[in-house]
Every structure is written in structure tokens, then in C-alpha cells.
């Protein structure tokens, strides 16, 4: 009793308790603030499982992470980088651009800057060809493994920048999951003999968040002394009505680094 503790919930975390399953629940070390600690378990535990659980990444492989400026993107970056890969990410700002490259991102792209020509380009409504951005950045090569949370606009996209037999992880559907502006789209995928994955963590059983729970605790002391960075948003926010709602605003402007805290109570433990 009275332990610092961590852990993936089921579901009903946006509370002041919850019951948490001692099978995805780990110890929080003196060192690490709770403001990072709280982000640890689901940052690491999604972002280990698309990259090697689901995607099979393996060491001098390539890897596209979109949206990876977000907490599971930032994490994958140091993971890929921890195992030998090379990390490519895109992104809706510079200065997420930077926070990915500042982790080990080979190359980031902002996707929001002036649009140009291109599959990306066509299939993303105006923004820059990042299929071509980002072989040339890896030597003028398809990559090996795509990580994938938008969806639909990226279809075209993903399809074009993987190689031949490439992984393709589909975990969130952001932009929606219709393609009919890619009528393409099967054919490309049977002609690159392309392996496309849907996962979701929460419905998984609690054996298999168990053993990634296992591999997550392995990281924990890197965390604790700040070799694996774990990004909160800058701006926190109090876990009352007001906050929440403020929360969800800074959320839907895209504007946020890493994961957005609300606080249960002000003045709680931070990073020492």
C-alpha cells in the first residue's frame, strides 16, 4: 500500500481512481515524475507492440511512423533507433518536425507546409509529396514497415512508399477509412505482395498486454534517468470540467508534442 505505481487500464482512467490489473501494472520509479510516469505504460506498450508485435521490425529495416510527433510516435522513434532501424516520421508542424529529429528520426516531414505534386500530395487533399520526401531521404528506397493511425488519406501514400513486401500497421483511422479516391489500391497492394495489419490494444487479452507490459518494464530505468525521453505537452492542464474541455480544444488544434496530462491534484511529484 502507498507504492508509486503505473498502468495500461482497460478503460475508465478519466477518473481520481481506478482499478487497475496487476498484470499491466509496474513500479514507478522515485526518480520519475508522475507526470511522465502516467504516460509511460500506453506510450511504450502500443508503440513496442506496432513496431515489432504486429510490424516485425527488425534491425537495418526502415520504418515510416505517421503522425510521429505524438506520444506512440515519439516512442517508436527511440525504439527503432534502440534496435537498429532507421525511423522516418511525418507530422503537421516544424516543431514537431524537430522533437522527432531531436530523437533519432533519420528525416521528418511537415505534411502541412506548401503542397506539391505527388501520390501523397493527391491523396493527402494539397499536402507535400512525403512519398518522395522520404525515399529520397533513405537513399532513394521504399521503406520496409509503414505505422499507420490516419487512415484513408494516406492509402495512396503508404501504398507507393512501401517495398515489395512491406508491413503496413493500420492502428487508427483519423482521416476515415473510405478510399474511393484510390481506385488503385488493391492492385498495388497484390503487385508489391503488401501485408496490411489492423491492431487495436484495448481488446487484446490480458496475456498479451502482460508480456508487453514485461518488455516495457526493461525500459523503465532508461526512462527514469531520461536516456528514453517520454514527452508530455507542455501545458497540463486540472482534471476539473474546465480542464478537460481546455484539454480536448489543445487536442483538436493539433498543436500538442507528446501526450496532453490532466492533473487530479495541483502540485503533484514532477520530474526531478
Request: aromatic share 6%; net charge neutral; proline share 4%.
Amino acid at each position: 500500500v502507498g507504492d508509486r505505481v503505473m498502468s495500461l487500464l482497460q478503460g475508465g482512467g478519466y477518473a481520481e481512481f481506478a482499478v487497475a490489473n496487476e498484470a499491466t501494472t509496474m513500479a514507478a520509479p522515485p526518480s520519475l515524475g508522475l507526470d511522465r510516469a502516467v504516460a509511460v505504460p500506453e506510450h511504450l506498450m502500443t508503440a513496442y507492440q506496432l513496431l515489432f508485435t504486429v510490424g516485425k521490425g527488425v534491425a537495418g529495416e526502415s520504418v515510416l511512423l505517421h503522425a510521429g510527433a505524438s506520444g506512440v510516435g515519439l516512442a517508436a522513434v527511440q525504439l527503432a533507433r534502440r534496435a537498429g532501424m532507421r525511423p522516418f516520421v511525418t507530422c503537421r508542424s516544424d516543431a514537431k518536425a524537430e522533437a522527432a529529429l531531436a530523437l533519432g528520426a533519420v528525416a521528418a516531414f511537415n505534411v502541412a507546409a506548401a503542397p506539391s505534386a505527388g501520390p501523397s500530395a493527391e491523396a493527402g487533399g494539397g499536402q507535400v509529396d512525403w512519398v518522395a520526401a522520404v525515399k529520397a531521404a533513405n537513399g532513394r528506397k521504399c521503406v520496409d514497415l509503414v505505422l499507420d493511425p490516419v487512415g484513408s488519406a494516406y492509402c495512396a501514400g503508404n501504398v507507393e512508399v512501401l517495398g515489395m513486401d512491406g508491413r503496413w500497421v493500420l492502428y487508427g483511422l483519423m482521416s476515415g477509412a473510405e478510399l474511393s479516391h484510390s481506385p488503385r489500391f488493391l492492385g498495388q497492394v497484390l503487385a508489391k505482395r503488401l501485408a496490411l495489419v489492423g491492431t487495436t490494444l484495448r481488446g487484446r487479452p490480458l496475456e498479451y498486454k502482460r508480456a508487453l507490459a514485461g518488455e516495457v518494464e526493461k525500459l523503465v530505468p532508461s526512462v527514469a534517468a531520461g536516456d528514453f525521453k517520454v514527452l508530455v505537452a507542455d501545458q497540463q492542464f486540472p482534471f476539473t470540467t474546465e480542464g478537460a474541455r481546455a484539454a480536448h480544444a489543445l487536442m483538436a488544434e493539433n498543436k500538442n508534442i507528446g501526450k496532453i496530462i490532466l492533473r487530479v491534484r495541483e502540485g503533484e511529484a514532477q520530474d526531478t
